[in-house]
C-alpha cells in the first residue's frame, strides 16, 4: 500500500508564495509521473503541474511563471513552489503519483488534498 501525505497549504495574502510538498510512501518500485492537481468549489479537478521521473514537466497556463514542480526521486518526494499567488489559485490541492507498487504494472495514487487559500 502507498500512501502519498501532502503539506505546506494555508492562507496567504495575494501576491505571496506558498510551497507545497508531498511525500509517497510505502511498497514502491518506482515513480513515472508526480504532480498537482488542484479543485476549487464547484469546479472540476484541474491539473496545476506534473513532472516525470526524467524530468520532464507541465504546467497549466494559468501557472506557468508562477509555479515550479520538483522531485526529490530519492525521497520520493514533489514539490510545488508557487509565487505571485492569485485569489484564483484558491482550491484544494491534491498530490497525484503513478507509479509502480508490484512488478507488474502502474497504479495511480492520490493524497489527501490541501487547502491553499489566496485572500485579495
Known amino acids: 500500500q502507498v500512501q502519498l501525505v501532502e503539506s505546506g497549504g494555508g492562507l496567504v495574502q495575494a501576491g505571496g508564495s506558498l510551497r507545497l510538498s508531498c511525500a509517497a510512501s510505502g511498497t514502491i518500485f518506482s515513480i513515472n509521473v508526480m504532480g498537482w492537481y488542484r479543485q476549487a468549489p464547484g469546479k472540476q479537478r484541474e491539473l496545476v503541474a506534473s513532472?516525470?521521473?526524467?524530468?520532464?514537466?507541465i504546467y497549466a497556463n494559468s501557472v506557468k511563471g508562477r509555479c515550479t514542480i520538483s522531485m526529490d526521486s530519492a525521497n520520493n518526494t514533489v514539490y510545488l513552489q508557487m509565487n505571485s499567488l492569485k485569489p484564483e489559485d484558491t482550491a484544494v490541492y491534491y498530490c497525484?503519483?503513478?507509479?509502480?507498487?508490484?512488478?507488474?504494472?502502474?497504479?495511480?495514487?492520490w493524497g489527501q488534498g490541501t487547502q491553499v487559500t489566496v485572500s485579495s
Open positions: 513532472i516525470t521521473n526524467i524530468g520532464n514537466t
Open positions: 497525484n503519483a503513478v507509479l509502480r507498487d508490484n512488478i507488474y504494472v502502474s497504479r495511480v495514487y
